[in-house]
T-cell receptor, first 113, second 111 residues
Framework: GAGVSQSPSNKVTEKGKDVELRCDPI?????LYWYRQSLGQGLEFLIY????????KSGLPSDRFSAERTGGSVSTLTIQRTQQEDSAVYLC???????????FGDGTRLSIL | DQQVKQNSPSLSVQEGRISILNCDYT??????FLWYKKYPAEGPTFLIS?????DKNEDGRFTVFLNKSAKHLSLHIVPSQPGDSAVYFC??????????FGQGTRLTINP
């Protein structure tokens, strides 16, 4: 498709398990972002990739969270040893470059039991 | 400390009238502002943006106004249509492209 694609759309897992969330950005977009939206909250920045530059990880809430972007395209957000407070919708966005609007995928709804 | 605030959690407007959504920010370094619309179970959809060098940007029924001295921006939708019913988020950045979002305003357009 033409938009940002995220998988899975829903993920339910037990506390303590690791999870991987995937994002396929719009083709040709060099910038990729991860955000999360907890219940009743606004969107919270997590991490930003721009081309081959070092990512901006300033929004990652703990060292249990990590992300990588392979080949300048697909990105994976990994949460290790999940906790109940990790339950949220995780949204990925991409933009043509850092001066263009970000376009979002539909998110992964993560539920930690 | 919330740098971007949308003080109205909800707004109800009659179809055909003007909808005005408001947003305030505290960080004077913000120089790029955007509005997104969000339907349930979907990601935010980009609507319109404005750079700090402008005070108005218009795109069809949507107009964004920026008052830098007041650190305030607003989104005007005219005329409002039933399909405009959604949650609207304002967002701001310092050109680092790390967007800071408000809490959102739920707009309901009544027939």
């Amino acid at each position: 498709g033409a938009g940002v694609s995220q998988s899975p759309s829903n993920k339910v897992t037990e506390k303590g398990k690791d999870v991987e969330l995937r994002c396929d950005p719009i083709s040709g977009h060099t910038a990729l972002y991860w955000y999360r939206q907890s219940l009743g909250q606004g969107l919270e920045f997590l991490i930003y990739f721009q081309g081959n530059s070092a990512p901006d990880k300033s929004g990652l809430p703990s060292d249990r969270f990590s992300a990588e972007r392979t080949g300048g395209s697909v990105s994976t957000l990994t949460i290790q040893r999940t906790q109940q407070e990790d339950s949220a919708v995780y949204l990925c966005a991409s933009s043509f470059d850092s001066n263009q609007p970000q376009h979002f995928g539909d998110g992964t709804r993560l539920s930690i039991l | 400390d919330q740098q971007v605030k949308q003080n109205s959690p909800s707004l109800s407007v009659q179809e055909g009238r003007i909808s005005i959504l408001n947003c305030d920010y505290t960080n004077s370094m913000f120089d790029y502002f955007l509005w997104y619309k969000k339907y349930p179970a979907e990601g935010p959809t980009f609507l319109i943006s404005i750079s700090s060098i402008k005070d108005k940007n218009e795109d069809g029924r949507f107009t964004v106004f920026l008052n830098k001295s007041a650190k305030h921006l607003s989104l005007h939708i005219v005329p409002s249509q039933p399909g405009d019913s959604a949650v609207y988020f304002c967002a701001a950045s310092e050109r680092t492209q790390k967007l800071v979002f408000g809490q959102g305003t739920r707009l309901t357009i009544n027939p």
